[in-house]
T-cell receptor
């Protein structure tokens, strides 16, 4: 079974609103990453948060990590049409493997 | 830099045929991996490599072989294609396995097995 699970599976919001998606994982990790995938394309790295960090920002992205709950959240503020994509969390459960979740499909409505 | 390149972009195989999906990177990355992406399943790790001559199995290795004779290349071989292997295949690389670094993905190969 997959290490990470994103929630919700799909999310539709109005342009300008904030989008929040969550990732839960099962085993201890070194780091957690978030990736974006536009339709039909390869994944693009967004942000990496290490297990000793609680929050990280990059532009309109804010990521939190709670290792006690084995969960992370990705917040996209002031959403734009270009943010329409699938978002994946990826974890490294301490054995050189990087495991992805099933993703959240985000749709920004005009 | 070309980054991570994959060939072919599209492929149709008949059941039982074999083929090799090519992956190359020009960033001198140690770590390379293959994923398959199916609807509703996200990305699943097939095989990965932490350096030339070293490979290991991921979550779904059955039916696939890999080798890493050079740092640059990491081909994925389908030994006897089955319809269940119809998927989009992504190759990825990152700087090192000794810490977690961002992965760079290729554009994908869309494989259909009939």
């Amino acid at each position: 079974s997959q290490q990470g699970e994103e929630d919700p599976q799909a999310l539709s919001i109005q342009e300008g609103e904030n989008a929040t998606m969550n990732c839960s994982y099962k085993t201890s990790i070194n780091n957690l990453q978030w990736y974006r995938q536009n339709s039909g394309r390869g994944l693009v790295h967004l942000i990496l948060i290490r297990s000793n960090e609680r929050e990280k920002h990059s532009g309109r992205l804010r990521v939190t990590l709670d290792t006690s709950k084995k969960s992370s959240s990705l917040l996209i503020t002031a959403s734009r049409a270009a943010d329409t994509a699938s978002y994946f969390c990826a974890t490294d459960p301490r054995d050189d493997k990087i495991i992805f979740g099933k993703g959240t499909r985000l749709h920004i409505l005009p | 830099n070309a980054g991570v390149t994959q060939t072919p972009k599209f492929q149709v195989l008949k059941t039982g045929q074999s083929m090799t999906l090519q992956c190359a990177q020009d960033m001198n990355h140690e770590y390379m991996s293959w994923y398959r992406q199916d609807p509703g399943m996200g990305l699943r790790l097939i095989h990965y490599s932490v350096g030339a001559g070293i490979t290991d199995q991921g979550e779904v290795p059955n039916g696939y072989n890999v080798s890493r004779s050079t740092t640059e290349d990491f081909p994925l071989r389908l030994l006897s294609a089955a319809p269940s292997q119809t998927s989009v295949y992504f190759c990825a690389s990152s700087y090192s396995y000794r810490d977690t670094y961002e992965q760079y993905f290729g554009p994908g190969t869309r494989l259909t097995v009939t």
